[in-house]
Structure formats: C-alpha cells, structure tokens
T-cell receptor
Framework: QKEVEQNSGPLSVPEGAIASLNCTYS??????FFWYRQYSGKSPELIMS????GDKEDGRFTAQLNKASQYVSLLIRDSQPSDSATYLC???????????FGKGTMLLVSP | GAVVSQHPSWVICKSGTSVKIECRSL??????MFWYRQFPKQSLMLMAT?????????EQGVEKDKFLINHASLTLSTLTVTSAHPEDSSFYIC?????????????FGQGTRLTVV
C-alpha cells in the first residue's frame, strides 16, 4: 500500500525564519513529487514539483528530494504570515495516474 | 500553472435533489481527472479517478450510483451527486492531470461547497 507521511503540526515559526516541512513515502518506485499549499476553505495550489534527487529552488521555496531515504522536504525562506496554510505532499508512481497525498502539515507564521 | 475551472463554487440544494458539478481544464487536455471530497479540518479524500471516454474508477466505500462521474472529453468532467442528503454536504474538489506520463503535474479546481438542507 502506497503511503505518504507528514507531521500534522502545527509547525510554528516566526516571520522571517526558515520553515522546514518534511514528507516520507513508502513506495520506492515513486518517481514524481509535489508540494501543494492549501489555505483554509480553499482548494490546493501547486507550489513545487521535483523529479530527481537534489534541490530545486523557486523563489523562496526549495524542494529537496532524497530517493535513497524516501524523503522529500520543502523549505520556505523568509517565512511570511501569508505562508500560513496547510502544506500537502503528493507522490506519483510510474504507470499510475493517481497521486498519493499526505494528510498535510499546518504551518503557522507569526508576525 | 495550468488552469482548472470548477463550477459552481457553492451550491445549496434540498434533500433528495441532484446536483451537478463541472470541472474544466482551460488550457490543457486532461487525460485524467480526479474528484475529491474534504470535510472541515480533514484531509483530502479521493472519491474517484476518471479517464476520458472510459468509466470512472471509484475508491472503496464511494457509491458509484450516488456519485455519477462523466468524463466525456479531454477538457470536461462532471460529478453529479444524486438524491443528495445532508451528510453529503462537503467541499468537493476536482483535479486534472494532462498527458505526459509520470512527470505531469496535477492542478486543482477552485472547489465546490455543497450544502444539502
């Protein structure tokens, strides 16, 4: 059974700090990895996608993938109160169209 | 990113009636569309996966005769909640994924908040 695990949080960080969100997955065949942000009452919004080991940076966001450890993370630099949301990790497996989502980590950025 | 439009954004209906929710991919062809339900403060729950031109695959515990899914074209999928009851009140969200294999991103519609009274 494919599983994606995230700490539910809340993860509290002060404004300007780095927020680190983590995700582990069970299926070694997983090949695509995504981070979504979901504000309360809204639908998820894609932030980052990563497919190969290493880091991928986009603005204040950096996704990190380590397939050997089955671990993917999202770093948010210079965190802002507007970053307060639930962050969902999603994993895709070759040959399957369905993404497996974690339950999400709630991030709270205090001013 | 790509745009997925979901309509309506909210709907109130009477118990026993049916409600149709539309999900359109506006700037790409969606090979696969997904329908999720989310209750307050809970995680996404996948209801079904549909591929254009074929029957939807429903997750365990989801009644296919109650939640009718049609994926008639590469840009449109619909979810019809039949004989709605108050317990069907929830936030329904569609997601679409284009052609391109495993390295293809999935984009979400805005969601539909259904209230059955």
């Amino acid at each position: 059974q494919k599983e994606v695990e995230q700490n539910s949080g809340p993860l509290s960080v002060p404004e300007g700090a780095i927020a680190s969100l983590n995700c582990t997955y069970s299926d070694r065949g997983s090949q695509s990895f995504f981070w979504y942000r979901q504000y309360s009452g809204k639908s998820p919004e894609l932030i980052m996608s990563i497919y190969s080991n290493g880091d991928k940076e986009d603005g204040r966001f950096t996704a990190q993938l380590n397939k050997a450890s089955q671990y993917v993370s999202l770093l948010i630099r210079d965190s802002q109160p507007s970053d307060s949301a639930t962050y969902l990790c999603a994993v895709g497996l070759s040959g399957y169209s369905t993404l497996t989502f974690g339950k999400g980590t709630m991030l709270l950025v205090s001013p | 990113g790509a745009v997925v439009s979901q309509h309506p954004s909210w709907v109130i209906c009477k118990s026993g009636t049916s409600v149709k929710i539309e999900c359109r991919s506006l700037d790409f062809q969606a090979t696969t569309m997904f329908w999720y339900r989310q209750f307050p403060k809970q995680s996404l729950m996948l209801m079904a996966t549909s591929n254009e031109g074929s029957k939807a695959t429903y997750e365990q515990g989801v009644e296919k005769d109650k939640f009718l899914i049609n994926h008639a074209s590469l840009t449109l999928s619909t979810l019809t909640v039949t004989s709605a009851h108050p317990e069907d009140s929830s936030f329904y969200i569609c997601s679409a994924r284009g052609q391109g294999g495993v390295n293809t991103e999935a984009f979400f519609g805005q969601g539909t908040r259904l209230t059955v009274v």
